[in-house]
């Protein structure tokens, strides 16, 4: 079911994308010696897409996304397959993930207490963000588990009972490939970043594959969610985040 996967998808990553033009891809000659992970800077956020998922039963879906964020306070979204009419609209905060399904009237509006409750799965505002933004997960601390191996730094962070291992460029100082899997055997995510397109001085991925495990009443589950970006802009004045039920 769309609904149920999109929101399992949603629960562990968010979902950004965009639509045309070539990128300018980001580069640099510099390497970082010390582990200086760069974290993406910006008041608003606005963005346009494109989306396929793939979901386990083999039904895929096609379609595109607007999407807008205020950095720390709300991400939202609006996912349109085909001819035009919406089908998801999708508002995430500090202490809430909301969905409206016009496509299969299954609308979700749970705190994150409730969804460590229901999916086991302990979650934030600032997890999801970094996972888009090809942040690490977590802010390093002296309990991680930090090497490095040649062009990256291999990064692993337990936390919430989730074991998250982070290929972190030396280049761009971004995550350019993530795992993730449940201690407990509930569910895993693996997500890889290819390019990162020049947003104002900014490294910030433009395309990205992520795969999704998670056990259901009939076995684990497997869905793949492509994103691919091609329009980003940051702004400094207010966005709008309509939603309602």
Request: aromatic fraction near 12%.
């Given at each position: 079911m769309i609904s149920r996967f999109l929101v399992l998808g949603l629960?562990?990553?968010?979902?950004?994308?965009?639509?045309?033009?070539?990128?300018?891809?980001?580069?640099?000659?510099?390497?970082?010696?010390?582990?200086?992970p760069v974290y993406l800077d910006f008041d608003y956020l606005s963005?346009?897409?494109?989306?396929v998922i793939e979901e386990a039963s083999g039904k895929t879906t096609?379609?595109?996304?607007?999407?807008r964020a205020k950095k720390d306070s709300i991400i939202w979204f609006?996912?349109?397959?085909?001819?035009?009419?919406?089908?998801?609209?999708?508002?995430?905060?500090?202490?809430?993930?909301?969905?409206?399904?016009?496509l299969n009237g299954e609308d979700i509006n749970m705190s994150f207490v409730e969804v460590?409750?229901?999916?086991?799965?302990?979650?934030?505002?600032?997890?999801?963000?970094?996972?888009?933004?090809?942040?690490?997960?977590?802010?390093?601390s002296y309990r991680d588990r930090l090497i490095r191996v040649?062009?990256?730094?291999?990064?692993t962070q337990v936390r919430d009972g989730v074991r998250y291992h982070s290929r972190v460029s030396t280049r761009f100082g971004k995550v350019q490939e993530l795992s993730s899997a449940s201690m407990s055997d509930k569910g895993s995510l693996l997500a890889s970043?290819?390019?990162?397109?020049?947003?104002?001085?900014?490294?910030?991925?433009?395309?990205?594959?992520?795969r999704l495990s998670y056990n259901t009443a009939e076995g684990i589950q497997t869905a793949l969610i492509n994103l691919e970006l091609t329009k980003i802009e940051f702004s400094r004045t207010s966005l709008t985040f309509p939603f309602q039920f």
């Open positions: 629960v562990f990553l968010a979902l950004v994308t965009g639509c045309a033009k070539k990128p300018n891809l980001y580069t640099s000659d510099e390497i970082m010696q010390e582990f200086e963005a346009r897409g494109r989306i096609r379609g595109t996304i607007n999407f609006s996912v349109t397959p085909g001819l035009g009419l919406e089908a998801f609209r999708g508002a995430i905060t500090k202490d809430k993930l909301r969905i409206k399904d016009r460590e409750d229901r999916f086991d799965l302990k979650l934030s505002l600032d997890l999801l963000q970094n996972i888009i933004y090809a942040n690490p997960p977590h802010e390093f040649g062009q990256y730094f291999e990064l970043y290819p390019t990162f397109e020049d947003v104002e001085g900014q490294p910030f991925p433009n395309k990205m594959l992520l």
